[in-house]
């Protein structure tokens, strides 16, 4: 049996990004790292959006930025400048190339296919098993997200962020490449909160994805079929599908935290670090993963990693109102972007905002909604 000190299960966005800045960090190279995963992570299975200020270590993947995106519903739609932020793109494959070509380069670091069966923790050692053999190490980072954690509860609501996604092609110009569709509303609600995200490349290509925010998912040909509509509605008449993509991020409070020991730690969505109240996971995982690594050199009982901020409280007010009244999602977003300060907005999102930035942004939001829900949750706890 191989002998590790670090075993990461699962090699996503959150493990990726932990491990690369373990590296960059030059503060590990005597420590032994295994990552296991079922998946060799050579297909473009997901596309990732954030915005920021600033190059960050991801630039090489980043496909496309813009500068301005549109908010829109069906009473109005906005044009946000955000300036000093621009939101970016990136495309799994590309990510993953970048990350584990550097990952390759390491002599103390292992990459195994594997499938991931089991975790269990002694008191000397945590063994990992996997379909064909096992492996042991002192610490793990898990990311294998397990549902009946939150399945199996009532106390925090569990909604989805669900989606499907198509890569087109047009024949005649059509798309503005300089601005994407952060949400539109104008899209038939029907008792949830969905909306049309469009991520154009050129005059002639886009992602079109429909999204919805909501407790059950539908049949692909329901996507389809909206998607489908939002394409005639822009006048688009000829087109090719050169790709699709479909998904689903759980939107929830569960304190995962909870479950890590002393030497197993949970992270990305396994771990929380997915943003509950908007599904955005790349960013959070940037944050955390930083904050991980800087953990790391200091301490190493994983149990005093996790800290929870205002910023989870917020989170779990719209959860309760979506899971309650999840048709008022438009309302809440329209309210929040129809006049609001867009930069701070997207620092409030990144959880950056002191107290009074916070109430501005809050402010903008229905008062009403947030106040019975609060009551509503200081009674469940």
């Known amino acids: 049996m191989k002998q590790y000190d670090y075993i990461f299960t699962g090699s996503g966005l959150s493990a990726l990004m932990t491990v690369s800045k373990m590296i960059l960090s030059q503060k590990f190279q005597t420590k032994s790292i295994l990552l296991l995963d079922e998946n060799a992570k050579e297909t ?3 596309t990732w959006c954030f915005w920021d200020q600033k190059e960050t270590l991801w630039e090489p993947s980043i496909s496309k930025k813009w500068d301005s ?14 300036h000093p932020y621009q939101y970016n793109k990136i495309q799994g494959l590309d990510f993953y190339n970048q990350l584990l070509e550097l990952i390759a380069n390491q002599k103390n670091i292992d990459f195994v296919q594997e499938k991931v069966l089991a975790i269990e923790e002694s008191e000397s050692i945590v063994l990992v098993k996997t379909e064909s053999q096992s492996y042991s190490c002192s610490q793990v980072f898990n990311s294998i997200y397990n549902p009946s954690l939150v399945t199996n509860q009532s106390k925090y609501p569990l909604l989805q962020q669900h989606f ?7 024949e005649k110009p059509i798309f503005n490449p300089e601005q994407a569709t952060f949400m539109d509303f104008s899209v038939a609600q029907k ?6 995200y469009v991520l154009p490349t050129s005059e002639t290509e886009a992602l079109l994805e429909y999204t919805l925010f909501s407790k059950d998912l539908l049949s ?11 394409i005639q509605k822009l006048g688009i008449q000829n087109y090719k599908i050169v790709e699709k993509e479909f998904g689903n991020i759980p939107m929830t409070c569960y304190p995962f935290w909870k479950h890590n020991t002393q030497n197993v730690i949970n992270i990305g969505t396994a771990g929380g670090w997915t943003k509950a109240s908007t599904g955005f996971t790349f960013k959070n995982s940037d944050q955390k993963s930083t904050e991980l690594v800087s953990f790391l050199e200091t301490q190493t009982d994983f149990r005093k990693f996790h800290k929870k901020t205002k910023f989870w409280w917020y989170d779990l007010l719209l959860l309760d109102i979506l899971d309650q009244k999840n048709e008022t999602g438009a309302a809440i977003f329209s309210a929040l972007f129809h006049n ?3 930069p701070l907005i997207l620092k409030f999102l990144d959880e950056k905002t002191s107290f009074w930035e916070d109430l501005q942004v809050i402010w903008k939001c229905p008062k009403g909604l947030f106040i019975n829900a609060l009551l509503r949750r200081l009674f469940r706890f």
């Open 69 to 82: 995106v549109l908010f829109a519903n069906a009473d109005f739609k906005r044009n946000l400048e955000l």
């Open 220 to 230: 692909k040909e329901e996507y389809e079929t909206e998607i489908e509509n939002y």
């Open 164 to 170: 499907a996604g198509w890569f087109i092609k047009t």
């Open 44 to 46: 473009n299975d997901r």
């Open 191 to 196: 008792g949830n909160t969905r909306f049309m």
């Open 340 to 342: 609001g300060n867009s």
